[in-house]
């Protein structure tokens, strides 16, 4: 499956963005998907993930209450809504997915993920 991220932007301090990442087959709603970030010169950190359905999902400590992750499988599509933003979540989004079809397993490790988005750029400014 090829994933395309979209949504990144500019956004002042405390604003919100929503990113989505729509999936090319329609087997994706068969897929995990996470999401992870990297800002330059950092490693790439997960933030949370989602499961085939939507029934079950899994957040990074650091974005608990913030962001929220959804799906939606009649348009293969899998959102990443970021309020409260701060200029630390300045960084380049990725989606990626693994083909876990009818299962609640999520993934934190990008190592665990069978294909990537090419990622779209959040700035947050001050």
């Known amino acids: 499956v090829q994933l395309q991220a979209s949504g990144g932007g500019l956004v002042q301090a405390g604003g919100s963005l929503r990113l989505a990442c729509a999936a090319s087959?329609?087997?994706?709603?068969?897929?995990?998907t996470g999401w992870f970030r990297q800002a330059p010169g950092k490693e790439r950190d997960f933030l949370g993930a989602?499961?085939?359905?939507?029934?079950?999902?899994y957040y990074a400590d650091f974005v608990k209450g913030r962001f929220t992750i959804s799906r939606d499988n009649a348009n293969h599509t899998v959102y990443l809504q970021m309020n409260s933003l701060k200029p630390e979540d300045t960084a380049v989004y990725y989606c990626?997915?693994?083909?876990?079809?009818?299962?609640?397993?999520?993934?934190?490790?990008?190592?665990?993920?069978?294909?990537w988005g090419q990622g779209t750029l959040v700035t947050v400014s001050s």
């Open positions: 990626a997915a693994r083909y876990v079809p009818y299962s609640e397993t999520v993934y934190v490790t990008s190592a665990m993920y069978q294909c």
């Open positions: 087959v329609s087997t994706s709603s068969r897929y995990a």
């Open positions: 989602i499961n085939w359905n939507g029934g079950r999902t």
